[in-house]
């Protein structure tokens, strides 16, 4: 079967609809940033929201809808919140939502550093100033299983031109909170810690490039990431590294911590291709967790280049061998 989705990515007026988030019980426990978000983002006004009869909480988050959508059927939220990847918590996929309930995320900044105009440590009421949108985006883990989520961030070029890099910026990398106390999984070797993530400066500015503060309407949960996390969807799943604490532009290819572990596993690229295998599997299908197949995951279905996203990003690659492992 193969996935499809609304081309060209463009906006238009039904697309940005804007949608209200009203912070919740729910919100203050899976996020808990909500403190932050309400400083960031102001009173909430007007009745057009989803709680139009309650009266409007202090400081809603605010996102309007995109067409960087899919009409696949989404990921249930329960699946996308206890199925993860986050070594910092555990190896395991139900380690992050078990564990995860410890990190603080608040305050937070980011620290920018490197070949930009303007380094400094950004607050993440700075960040969330920024236009947030909703983007329903395919995640395809480099272990073949894949969702269907929908994320609420802004995009990461917004983000690179607030820090305006320099001319010989060609690279950026990313790294993830290191926090021994509240991430036991940093007491094993399993990586070279702090999780270590790159690209290249136009993937980076690439429009589908997301910085992620939500999903599903919410602030994002801990163990998806929380506060900020970025959202590659054209690229495995290990690209989108969570929970960010530092942005250095270079003019040289930052380490990664994947590839650094396992270089002839993990490239540097890890474009989403099915055609060529992870020397341990084939990356050809993927078993999708949409709740079609329960949590036997029994969903199995083609795997597509770029993930489906080939005529937003291809052209990135102009010139590069695409059969040859990166
Ligand atoms: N970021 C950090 N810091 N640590 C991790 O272990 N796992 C990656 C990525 N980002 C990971 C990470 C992998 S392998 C995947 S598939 C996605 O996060 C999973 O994101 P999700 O748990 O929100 O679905």
């Not at 009266?55 to 959508?69: D, H, M, Q, R, V």
């Not at 995009?155 to 690179?160: F, K, Q, T």
């Amino acid at each position: 079967m193969l996935l499809k989705h609304r081309t060209p990515l463009t906006l238009t007026d039904n697309d940005v609809t804007p949608h209200r988030v009203y912070l919740n019980r729910r919100n203050l426990m899976l996020g808990g940033i909500a403190t932050t978000a309400l400083a960031a983002c102001g009173e909430a006004s007007g009745d057009d929201g989803p709680s139009a009869t309650q009266a409007a909480p202090k400081g809603a988050l605010e996102y309007a809808k995109s067409a960087y959508t899919t009409s696949e059927t989404q990921t249930p939220f329960e699946q996308a919140t206890t199925y993860n990847n986050y070594y910092e918590f555990g190896t395991s996929k139900t380690d992050p939502a078990a564990r995860a309930g410890q990190l603080v995320p608040e305050p937070w900044s980011i620290k920018v550093s490197g070949l930009v105009g303007k380094p400094g440590v950004y607050d993440l009421e700075t960040l969330m100033k920024q236009q947030l949108e909703e983007r329903i985006y395919r995640l395809r883990c480099v272990e073949a299983w894949s969702m269907v989520i929908p994320w609420i961030g802004f995009p990461m070029s917004a983000l690179i031109d607030m820090v305006e890099p320099l001319g010989s910026a060609k690279y950026v990398g990313f790294k993830t909170l290191y926090r021994p106390e509240q991430m036991p999984g940093l007491r094993y070797p399993i990586l070279d810690w702090p999780y270590e993530e790159g690209l290249r400066l136009d993937e980076a500015r690439n429009p589908l490039t997301l910085m992620a503060v939500g999903m599903y309407g919410q602030l994002l949960p801990n163990q998806n990431g929380a506060p900020i996390r970025l959202v590659v969807p054209w690229k495995y799943g290990f690209k989108s590294i969570k929970s960010i604490v530092e942005i250095a532009f270079s003019d040289e290819q930052p380490a990664t911590s994947w590839n650094k572990s396992a270089p002839q596993e993990y490239g540097f690229y890890s474009n989403v291709n099915p055609a060529v295998s992870h020397p341990r599997w084939s990356q050809a299908t993927e078993r999708r967790l949409d709740g079609r197949g329960g949590l036997a995951m029994l969903t199995r279905q083609e795997t597509l280049p770029f993930n489906g996203y080939a005529d937003e990003v291809a052209s990135l690659y102009d010139g590069m061998d695409l059969a040859k492992f990166y």
